[in-house]
């Protein structure tokens, strides 16, 4: 039965995956660009949501309404200020600029915050331990409360990229940008909006991820490494794809600590590389991702 | 890199002439031969903080050297050469516990982290763009995290170099230091000689236009491979060092990602893509850590908003800057058109 445990707990995790991975693959589909301070921006909104309730005494979901669109206006400006600048400059100039912008606000958030660990849990007090008993099953609360809200992010990502004129847009510059333009698409508001979602799903996932355990100012790397994970596994170019893969690293990682916590990542990490080794992975290079 | 035509001259075409060697390029690179010499004699000056000061910076330069052979001539951006570093240290470590006398550990160990680089190349350049940077520091990841598990090395609390402690701290120095000049050497001459190989040119045409590069029957991958595995080598070499410097080493410091960090900064302040930029880049940040490493964060700070101005405002670096303006190559890496008449000088 604790395996079984450990797979439930597994799943719940990809779902927390699949919310981190789901930035990066928009932002990758429709910019072609690598985002690497994704998980230190998910990390800032952990560590905005943790000021709130200290600040204001307030529920963490409850500071997830203002932290939320808060950080949709950060990574709209984020786009206008740095990201666009970044994208007439080749290839490469995006990846080095994201590093660039990942230590300042790891350091940043050093400076301000000190490095003591910190878990936003204590804020929703046994709700964040709480789990269903079904016969010698226990089902964690918050597990799937994440796995609900990471279903219903990427649901409503994909209603929004297929059913609104907002989301044709977002498609048709992801295939030409040129193209869009020339029909009257300003490819600059796409870019950035699609850049303001991204980082407001990834405030949301950290914000989940500092529910679910502790996180301190160098956690962001680690959180990008898992939603870059879950991606590849999960084959790029589909949403339920990605949290099909997040949910077979969360699974591979729960297994792994079941024989010793230090395996858990290890084992996450093995998937990956075994993935990536598989002939399918050989196809990862030609596919292109539509988000 | 690329051949400057000189647009608007009115000299006839048989007065023009392709060349390497600008008389620039044969003064600077005959002087720049003389430099490992003069740095080899300089723990005879018996000044043990000069030797010590210089093997940080030797240290800096080759891994400056390496990252930029794979981002700026492949165009791979890699987020996990501190796997090799990292690497190269412990297969130090694991090969003088076997016995190997710690000098030549040291080199084997480099020749290891070759072999293993072969393999892990087939996995990692699956990858493309930032898909390679972040595919390249999982494996980071893992490797890290796989060391750290053996409690033989230590695991996560980490070991130290043994072998060496027999020896007179200044002698000791002294050899590391000859071990580090030799190594920085090795590395940038090993990367003038790719480049100037049909190696250069194919990847060139790579960086240029992978597609028609490959249409045109470059070995695209294969280029890239021999530059992954040459970086790897840089990389593992440095980390051997790093541990006949220190002695000590942790998984958690000789493979973290600050490393990386230190080499985009290096290399993105000298000169993405310039041959010389990166010696230029290890000077300004060995000086950048010893003025300004005390405060800590806001250093750090520092050191990510450089990188990123670089990165959007002068992506050839500090060394581009002063190529423009000087119009001249200090290397024989391009190709230079210059007027039979005006031998040896440059028409930018």
Known sequence: MTVVNSVLQGLTLGGLYALFACGLSLMFGVMRIINLAHGDLAVLGAFLVWWTTQQFGVNPFVALLVVVPLMFAVGYALQRTILQRCLAGGPYVPLLATFGLAIVLQNALLQTFSPDVRSLAPGIGGFATASWRLGSLSVPVLGVLVLAAAVAVLAGLQLFLRRTTLGLQMRATAQDADTAQLVGVDSRRVYALATAVAVATTALAGAFFGLRSTFDPSSGPAQLIFGFEAVVIGGFGSLWGTLAGGMVLGVAQALGALIDPQYALVAGHLVFLAVLASPRGGLLAMRTATA | ?348
């Open chain 2, 1 to 348: 890199m690329s051949a400057h035509t000189a647009a608007g001259t009115t000299l006839p075409a048989r007065s023009l002439r392709v060349t390497r060697w600008t008389t620039s390029a044969r003064l600077s690179t005959g002087g720049l031969a003389v430099v490992p010499v003069l740095l080899a004699a300089v723990p005879f000056l018996r000044n043990a903080t000069a030797v010590q000061q210089l093997t940080s910076l030797l240290i800096l330069v080759t891994l400056a050297v390496t990252w930029n052979a794979l981002a700026g001539y492949g165009g791979l951006v890699s987020v996990g050469q501190q796997a090799f570093i990292g690497l190269g240290a412990y297969a130090t470590i694991v090969l003088v516990q076997r016995g190997v006398p710690t000098f030549a550990a040291m080199a084997l160990a480099v020749a290891v982290c070759a072999v293993l680089a072969v393999p892990l190349s087939f996995l990692v350049l699956r990858l493309r763009g930032g898909q390679f940077a972040i595919g390249t520091w999982v494996v980071a990841e893992a490797i890290a995290l796989i060391v750290a598990l053996d409690q033989t090395l230590g695991g996560g609390t980490g070991t130290s170099l043994g072998g060496l402690s027999g020896l007179d701290p200044v002698v000791r120095r002294a050899f590391v230091y000859w071990y580090a000049v030799a190594v920085a050497a090795a590395v940038v001459i090993g990367l003038f000689v790719l480049l100037r190989s049909s190696l250069g040119l194919a990847l060139q045409a790579i960086r240029d236009d992978e597609g028609s590069a490959a249409a045109l029957g470059v070995r695209v991958l294969r280029a890239k491979r021999v530059l992954y595995v040459f970086a790897a080598a840089g990389s593992a070499a440095a980390g051997t060092t790093i541990l006949a410097n220190t002695l000590f080493i942790q998984p958690n410091s000789i493979f973290g990602v600050q490393w990386t960090a230190f080499m985009i900064f290096m290399v993105l302040v000298g000169g993405l893509g310039t041959f010389e930029g990166p010696l230029l880049g290890a000077v300004v940040f060995f000086l950048a850590q010893k003025m300004f490493a005390d405060y800590g964060a806001w250093y750090l700070i520092g050191l990510g908003a450089a990188a990123i101005a670089f990165a959007l405002l002068l992506p050839r670096g500090l060394w581009g800057l002063l190529e423009d303006r000087l119009g001249r190559r200090l290397t024989p890496i391009g190709y230079w058109l210059v007027s039979r008449r005006q031998r040896g000088r440059e028409a930018p």
